[in-house]
């Protein structure tokens, strides 16, 4: 099956992400919103990414030519004719099945359904549409220009075909696709949620500093950063909901939030995306490591 257009739902951190790598990639790119101005700050974090990229020489096209190629819209009939459907919603359940449902009977029989979602089954969103061998699971990594893995995930449901057609789409994209199946977390999240959760409890164990535990992965493991950096860069509710539904599927420890996570997400604390978590983003050249506030969790 050929994919000419793209449609993109949400155009937040990850969508925007997706929605830019689907232009890059020479696809017309319409990203659907509730509220148009989600659509000018998504629009306006692409332009500047692809000005950078552009910049380095990074573009096979000029940043104008692949930002020509994206349409915003907060009308779900514009999505009609697309052949390729990406979901990035919020990451919950509720929400994603209402956006699957409404848009449906909107868009082409033809057309393949995928979600971004990292940890809610994708046969359980599937099942809010009547296109079960057309669904998949397409999961990106922030940021999504730059990193290069996508997770292609088949349901029991899912068609050989339409499996096929969604990882030529992520190698179309620049991305490496893995293939997985629905299993919460896939491959990365089941390996990296248990190392996350792992470091906020080192913390509240007192066996080192915000920063000593980040430099010590970063230094003496060679990870492009540390686990608190990772976190505030993730967001930490979003962390939190994973979490959640990983624990709630595997019953197992490593999957459980520890209570410091889930006292930061309940006092707002989300991360980078809005100014504090594991360090204070103010000035996002320079974060600075919050244990001063967060010292009565952690043993001295
Ligand atoms: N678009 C274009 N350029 C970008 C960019 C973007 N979105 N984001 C960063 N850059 C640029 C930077 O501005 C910088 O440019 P410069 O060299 O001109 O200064 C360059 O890319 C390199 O960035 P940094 O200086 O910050 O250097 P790094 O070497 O640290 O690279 C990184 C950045 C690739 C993000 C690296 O830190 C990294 O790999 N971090 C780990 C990210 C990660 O693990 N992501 C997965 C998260 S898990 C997930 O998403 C799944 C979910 O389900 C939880």
Redesign the pocket.
Known sequence: MEIKKVAVLGCGLMGS?IAQVSATAGFNVTVLEVDPKYIEKGFAAIRK?LD??AAKGELADTADAIFARLKGTTRKEDLADCDFVIEAVIENLDEKRKMFASIDPIIKSSAIFASNT?SISITEIMTATKRPAQFVGL?F???V???KLVEVARTIMTSAEAFETACAFGAKLGKIPVRTSDKTGFI??RL?VPYLMDAIRAFEEGVGSVADIDASMKLGCGY??GPFT?LD??GLE??FY?TNVMFDEFKEKRFASPSLLKRMVMAGWYGKKNGKGFYDWSNPEKPVPQDAALRGFAKE
Do not use: Y
Request: aromatic share 8%; glycine share 4%.
């Open positions: 992400g990414s950078k990229l990292s999961h990594f922030n940021p220009p730059l990193m990365v999240n990296l492009p950063m990772l860069f993730v979003t962390t994973i």
